[in-house]
């Protein structure tokens, strides 16, 4: 089955019509540029409202902002760094190192690339670099000092730019990833595909890319910040209604 994550929340109404509908996991995105920026405060007390079943992962953008923080003081069961071209989410943030045993149960970490800022002749290539390009990323982002043998299982393909790493609605060319989602998958690489989702094509995005997740912020939204509760319940039924047609 699908993994659904409904990405971008602001308040509690939102993240249980996410839970209602079916989601596996909601998103708080703590890049202050967003219009959809929370504090550590806010999604603290949305997370004590949800249930335990449901992941809870943090979205950060900047070098400067700090993941561990986040996730030990709002209860976050992941985080999901963005890689660009001038660093990885989280790099240059006040050390406060952890250890493996202290993370939070079924921890996900998660690297996010923006598709629009990888030259279309590496894609490929970068397939089948996708560990190198994961450890790397782990081994930047100091606060969390994981063995060189933790694995990196998850990998967003996104459609931002160096300006607006994600929730941009725009979507990138999902048959020129193709050759990138097959190296990946046969590497067991866990892949999500995001940008530019919607109830409507997220089956199409499903055919082509057969990625083991989806995440959508803008498509299900009322506005920047404020979901839509029937785009919310279309979506994952749109998921799930595509799983059991190819089951």
Not at 22 to 30: E, K, L, Q, R, Y
Not at 40 to 57: A, H, N, S, Y
Not at 163 to 181: H, I, M, N, Q, Y
Not at 205 to 226: F, H, N, T, Y
């Amino acid at each position: 089955m699908t993994w659904v994550k409904i990405c971008g929340m602001t308040n509690l109404e939102d993240a249980l019509v996410a839970v209602d509908a079916g989601a596996d996991a909601v998103g708080f995105v703590f890049y202050e540029k967003s219009p959809r920026c929370v504090t550590v405060e806010t999604v603290q007390e949305i997370v004590g409202k949800l249930p335990e079943g449901v992941e809870k992962i943090g979205v950060f953008v900047s070098e400067s902002e700090n993941p561990v923080d986040a996730l030990l003081r709002a209860g976050l069961t992941g985080t999901q760094l963005y890689v660009s071209t001038e660093g990885v989410a989280g790099s240059k943030a006040s050390p406060r190192a952890i250890g493996v045993p202290l993370l939070p149960p079924r921890f996900r970490f998660m690297l996010a690339m923006p598709m629009n800022l990888i030259d279309k002749g590496e894609i490929q290539r970068l397939g089948r670099r996708y560990v190198d390009v994961g450890n790397a990323a782990a081994g930047d982002l100091q606060q969390i000092p994981l063995p060189p043998e933790f694995p990196v299982p998850t990998i967003v393909l996104d459609s931002g730019s160096q300006r607006s790493p994600g929730g941009t609605g725009g979507r990138f060319d999902w048959k020129e990833a193709v050759p990138l989602s097959s190296e990946m998958r046969k590497n067991g690489l866990k892949l999500v595909v995001a940008g530019g989702l919607t109830p409507e094509n997220v089956g199409e995005a499903i055919e082509i890319l057969q990625p083991w997740g989806v995440d959508v912020v803008s498509g299900v939204e009322a506005r920047p910040g404020k979901k839509d509760p029937e785009k919310v319940r279309a979506f994952v039924k749109a998921v799930r209604d595509f799983d059991r047609k190819t089951s």
